[in-house]
């Protein structure tokens, strides 16, 4: 819990990308005030890193369900960034329905739509010297990690799990969600075009929006503050249309 207000209006859950961990939101908090911020820490990593990896986008979905479920005394929204989209998704699939109706939002980034086939080769079975250039391409993990060889095999697993879950994803159902779905991509994005974004409005009953971003799949490095400010704004607005202390 990156913050928690005496008495919050909403709560936030906030799902990492793949090979990421809830740190990364540690300063979300002070951007969106009078919501208690939750950062979701992946088995496999940080104060988790005993903890077997999942890699399968249903089972994850599932342990997050509950978890949500066992504290829905508030309003909330989801926010994933890739995996972290997609895992998303699946647990307001996954998630009793009443629960879901306190779902204000789900805020998707840099992740095409649940349907959408991509012709990008996949990273998770190339050998380790191969992955760890092609995430030197991405850019999503520091150069000083990746120079890091006895780091670098510590944390293999993990990115292997992460991208076997994020790469071997199938839909296989046609749920539209209750819930107003708003899309972030950014404009090079290889892996989510604005095309593959829109997609999104497929699995949404109660309104979608879109929003671009200059930059490539990493935009959340590039454009933290702006990123930040548009999350703030779409809970802003949805806060603004409910009586968030009449559950």
């Known amino acids: 819990r990156h913050s928690e207000p005496a008495n919050p209006t909403a709560r936030l859950y906030m799902l990492p990308f793949a090979g990421g961990n809830a740190g990364l939101f540690a300063d979300w908090a002070e951007e969106i005030p009078d919501v208690s ?43 994933g960034y890739s995996m972290g989209a997609i895992l998303a998704f699946e647990t307001l699939v996954a998630s009793n329905p009443i629960v879901r109706q306190r779902c204000l939002g789900l805020i998707v980034a840099a992740r095409a739509a649940p349907d959408h086939q991509s012709h990008i080769a996949a990273l998770h079975t190339l050998d380790d010297p191969t992955f760890i250039e092609k995430l030197r391409e991405l850019a999503g993990v520091p ?66 929006q879109h929003i671009t971003f200059p930059g490539g799949h990493f935009f959340i ?12 704004d779409v809970i802003k607005v949805r806060l603004s249309s409910v009586d968030t202390y009449n559950l």
Not at 40 to 57: H, K, L, N, T
Not at 166 to 178: A, K, N, R, W
Not at 221 to 232: D, I, Q
Request: one cysteine or more; aromatic letters at 10%.
């Open 37 to 79: 911020v939750v950062g979701v820490q992946y088995p496999g990593r940080g104060a988790r890193f005993m903890e077997p990896c999942i890699s399968d986008a249903g089972t994850m979905a599932v342990h997050l369900a509950r978890l949500i479920e066992d504290e829905a005394d508030r309003y909330f929204f989801i926010f």
């Open 143 to 208: 150069e000083e990690v990746l120079a890091a060889q006895d780091l670098m095999e510590l944390l293999m697993p993990m990115l292997r799990a992460d991208f076997r879950l994020s790469e071997c994803y199938q839909l296989t159902h046609q749920t539209v969600l209750p819930v107003a779905i708003t899309a972030l991509y950014g404009e090079n994005d290889p892996y989510a075009d604005k095309g593959a974004t829109l997609g999104w409005s497929r699995y949404t009953s109660e309104g979608f």
């Open 221 to 232: 490095n590039e454009h933290k503050a702006r990123l930040k400010a548009s999350v703030r």
